[in-house]
């Protein structure tokens, strides 16, 4: 599990390069009327969030068939909320790029739903081999005793 936490925080590491540099280069030579100073906080967020995100999942010990599914889907809400709350916070300090902060939150959190979904797969498939292996194990060793 640590060689998949890796790969994945290694992923993760390359998303938010690529896609927090290539939207801020879109946004200032496209788009700058848009362009903010605080951007680098939205980019920051998602790769604090995805960090925790990949250690929870990845930590998890699977005892119930859901559980998985339960901490991910707990997680993307605890995740939407305090994305809101960063976008509040943002909106009572600074009324007048609120409009360039939120198109580029959303924009970010979409992109990042694709690489959340693809991380989640990835561990639900990691435990349904693991745990059939671990229980042909077990059949195996049950018959020789």
């Known amino acids: 599990m640590k060689k998949l936490r890796r790969k994945f925080i290694i992923m993760l590491t390359i998303f938010i390069v690529i896609i927090g540099f290539g939207s801020w280069l879109i946004l200032i030579h496209f788009f700058p009327s848009l362009a903010f100073y605080d951007y680098p906080i939205i980019p920051i967020f998602f790769f604090t969030v995805g960090i925790v995100s990949i250690y929870i999942l990845t930590g998890l010990k699977i005892d119930k068939p859901n559980k998985l599914l339960n901490t991910f889907m707990l997680i993307r809400g605890i995740k939407m909320l305090l994305a809101i709350i960063m976008a509040t916070i943002y909106w009572i ?4 790029e609120i409009r360039s ?13 694709f690489l959340e979904t693809y991380i ?5 498939t990691w435990h349904r081999t693991n745990s059939f292996s671990l229980k042909l194990k077990k059949e195996n060793y049950d018959e020789k005793v």
């Open 93 to 96: 300090l600074d009324r007048t």
């Open 101 to 113: 902060f939120a198109i580029m939150l959303v924009a970010f959190y979409l992109c990042y739903l």
């Open 120 to 124: 989640y797969i990835k561990i639900e």
